[in-house]
């Protein structure tokens, strides 16, 4: 297998490069080095006692962090963004859209208000469910299968984490499979160091809402510990006809356990990481035709009353990171995902989709009727699909991080291999239903597996070496990915509901690709670093493909500066990106047919310039106050270099070169402003999309495909009542915004309208 002579050889050069680099380092002292006293060069490392009550001094490497944080963000050669804890807690959000927001270069589309299911792409990559984007939980892939089915219909309550990392570019070239824009690293939260620290944090607010966090951990000698617990939950804001809700409950836990030591000498550290989530939603993909959105743009038809969507989430992680050396370190990752969900939704109305009757209701206005309850349905006239998926991802990764000096020259090698297994278990059927016009009625339901009875799968090698060589001024990062995926696809039939094999249909593929990147950074002063990158973007194709489909590969270039002077930091960027094949899948999400097939979009062009600046002010109204300044700005102009005809429902019937992309708005941007003192804090935040279009398209948007301007404001207050309590106040979309956020899965979507939210913050440490 190719796979396994390209890991020989990376293994032997990497073997080779860590034999070389300590001798040469040891064996010839650099000039501008100070040689080492002889007694400290020659006395042993002391080993610390097993029974010692504290955790050894030295500070462990942790290589699942994709930039670091915000001082290690500055020294990346290319663009990279860590938004921390102090960044979150301003934010006070749940929701990753308006996180990402602060972001340049991200792009996200909302769905259904609260951000549950996200939509998110980098640099002109595709949104609809984040499936372009690699997502990282700890540095573990977090999708649900993400090499097989990587459509994001899980996803980590951002409530519950510390930081979230965004690397870009050539600075990317380590994660994968998804390299064309970048990398999205969210981190839980870590153990606390003290004995014990503790936090509660509770909201209430309009359509019931109530935010629930606890967390409480800390450390006793050796061993670490932490419990987490999140409760959201909602009656929601649309208001269904005839009554009912359409919010969502969500429970989620978190718990570590951490020992850190020493063993022969060798600082170390183990940590099991064990998590379960559970959602469950009155959500639906119906949205409104454009004269009732106009009218009432929170209603939800009663023909939408029975849908519901059922999730259940479990993981595990088990990491061991290691100082081998004192420029050697090594971190080793096992994950087990598992994720199981239902989604229970109406899928046709009188034989036609749900998306065709809300994109042509004039055609058909017999069907719209009954979407409304205005005349009851024919027998039968309901068709609800039961979208019932099983996944599993798993696996093993290993880092190792090797720094010396060869030839007078410093070099940072870190060398990655990662074997993964994924799964996606589609046995879905569809249920009849009839519509009185006020209430629904089950009349027929469908055999279990009789819609879809499949079983997508896929293994996967993943190799990634990286040297970050600095010289003078310079600082050359060159890297290499290797990625070698096998799919299958198991087809029982819709026949077979117990697979015994007998109407099986097999289909095997896969890939093999070697993606070369390189970065280079020029430190100009003290405080301004100039930047430069290039690196390939991969895209894998998918299981099982019934017509020829290539992988989506792509050129990507980025040209940048950055500057940081004590609280204040900016960096501006131009990027292009040059895709040989572009690709569309076929989602019920997109509006399509659910099949999750892949389509070939030709040559593409997204070119962009990012804008982000940040900065505090101390000392503000009579010097009791601090004033927290950020600004992000991104324009994006992304094309179709090719023309062609497609029987994908997001571009049918034919794309003209030209044509801008959908659902990639040409500018967007962030701002936020806010007082800090010792005891109160007040925060702003408006985040201002332009118009987009939601099929592709040239000059003018149409009105029945245009996403119009919208602009959201959110504040935030908190007063610190005693030492551990503070009181806090909420408004999101202050102004009480209506837009239009989405035209698929079907039809118009509105955001989230004024909602306010008061709580209690209660914190303890000692």
Avoid: C
């Amino acid at each position: 297998m190719r796979v396994l002579s390209v890991a020989l050889s990376w293994a032997l050069w990497s073997l080779a490069t860590v034999a070389v680099l300590p001798a040469v380092e040891d064996s010839n002292a650099a000039p501008n080095r100070a040689p080492a006293e002889p007694a400290e060069a020659t006395a042993p490392e002391p080993e610390l006692e097993p029974a010692a009550e504290a955790p050894p001094a030295v500070t462990l490497v942790d290589r699942l962090l994709v930039v670091g944080d915000a001082v290690a963000a500055r020294t990346v050669p290319g663009s990279a963004q860590v938004l921390d804890e102090e960044v979150l807690r301003r934010q006070a959000h749940g929701d990753i859209h308006r996180i990402l927001q602060l972001v340049p270069g991200v792009n996200v589309q909302d769905e259904e208000g609260y951000g549950l299911r996200p939509n998110i792409g980098i640099r002109g990559t595709g949104l609809e469910r984040a499936e372009r984007v690699t997502l990282l939980e700890d540095g573990v892939l977090i999708a649900p299968a993400p090499y097989s089915a990587p459509a994001a219909y899980y996803f980590p309550v951002a409530g519950r984490m510390e930081a979230v990392e965004v690397r870009k570019g050539s600075a990317a070239i380590e994660q994968g499979p998804y390299s064309h824009g970048g990398a999205i690293n969210l981190i839980s939260s870590s153990v606390p160091t003290g004995r014990l620290a503790a936090r509660l944090e509770a909201a209430a607010g309009e359509d019931s809402t109530l935010d629930l966090l606890g967390r409480a951990g800390g450390q006793a000698g050796r061993f670490g510990w932490l419990l987490e617990g999140v409760r959201r939950e909602t009656d929601g804001f649309k208001r269904l006809d005839e009554g009912g809700e359409t919010g969502f409950e969500i429970s989620d836990y978190l718990g570590k356990l951490r020992w850190q030591g020493a063993s022969g000498g060798i600082p170390q550290a183990l940590e099991l990481k064990l998590g379960r989530h559970r959602q469950t939603g009155n959500e639906t993909y119906l949205g409104l035709a454009e004269e009732d959105f106009q009218r009432t743009p929170r209603r939800r038809y009663v023909a939408s009353a029975a849908d519901r969507i059922d999730t259940e989430h479990e993981q595990a992680q088990l990491r061991w990171m290691a100082q081998l050396k004192p420029r050697l370190d090594f971190t080793a990752t096992a994950y087990r995902n598992d994720f199981f969900r239902n989604w229970y939704k109406l899928d046709s109305v009188e034989g036609r989709a749900i998306a065709a009757v809300l994109d042509a209701p004039a055609t058909f206005g017999r069907q719209l009727a009954v979407l409304r309850g205005e005349v009851p349905s024919v027998a039968d006239g309901l068709t609800l699909r039961a979208n019932r998926r099983d996944y599993y991802a798993q696996g093993v990764q290993v880092v190792a991080g090797l720094s010396g000096e060869l030839f007078g020259v410093d070099h940072e090698l870190e060398l990655g291999l990662r074997y993964h297994e994924d799964q996606e278990d589609r046995f879905q059927q569809d249920d009849r239903w009839t519509s009185s016009g006020t209430a629904l009625r089950l009349t027929r339901a469908g055999a279990p597996g009789s819609q879809a009875n499949q079983v997508n799968s896929a293994a996967a090698w993943a190799f990634h070496l990286r040297d970050r060589i600095s010289f003078g001024r310079f600082t050359l990062s060159p890297g290499l990915r290797f990625e070698s995926v096998d799919y299958r696809r198991f087809d029982y039939g819709r026949n077979d509901p117990e697979r015994t094999g007998s109407a099986l249909s097999r289909r095997t593929n896969g890939v093999d690709v070697v993606l070369p990147g390189v970065g280079l950074a020029y430190a100009a002063t003290g405080e301004t670093v100039v930047f430069a990158g290039l690196h390939r973007g991969f895209s894998p194709p998918g299981p099982g493909q019934a017509t020829e489909v290539d992988a989506e590969e792509s050129w990507n270039y980025e040209l940048g500066a950055r500057w940081a002077r004590r609280r204040s930091r900016a960096e501006l960027v131009a990027f292009v990106s040059d895709y040989d094949n572009l690709l569309g899948r076929d989602t019920l999400a997109g509006g399509g047919a659910g099949t999750g097939d892949l389509f070939n979009g030709g040559a593409a062009l997204v070119r962009g310039v990012e804008l982000g600046a940040s900065t505090e002010i101390a000392g503000v109204v009579g010097g009791r106050f601090d004033l927290p300044l950020r600004a992000s700005y991104t324009w994006t102009r992304a094309t179709f270099e090719s023309s062609f005809t497609t029987a994908y429902d997001a571009w049918a019937p034919a794309v003209e070169r030209g044509d801008e992309l959908p659902y990639i708005p040409e500018h967007q941007l962030a701002v936020g402003a806010g007082l800090s003192g010792e005891r109160v804090r007040m925060f702003a935040d408006l985040a201002w999309v332009g118009a987009t279009r939601s099929g592709p398209g040239q000059g003018e948007i149409p009105a029945t495909e245009r996403i119009d301007e919208r602009a959201i404001l959110d504040l935030s207050g908190e007063v610190t009542v005693l030492e551990p309590l503070a009181l806090f106040l909420r408004v999101r979309n202050a102004t009480d915004e209506t837009a239009v956020v989405a035209r698929r899965p079907a039809g118009l979507r509105p955001g989230l309208p004024r909602t306010v939210l008061a709580g209690f913050t209660w914190r303890f440490a000692r």
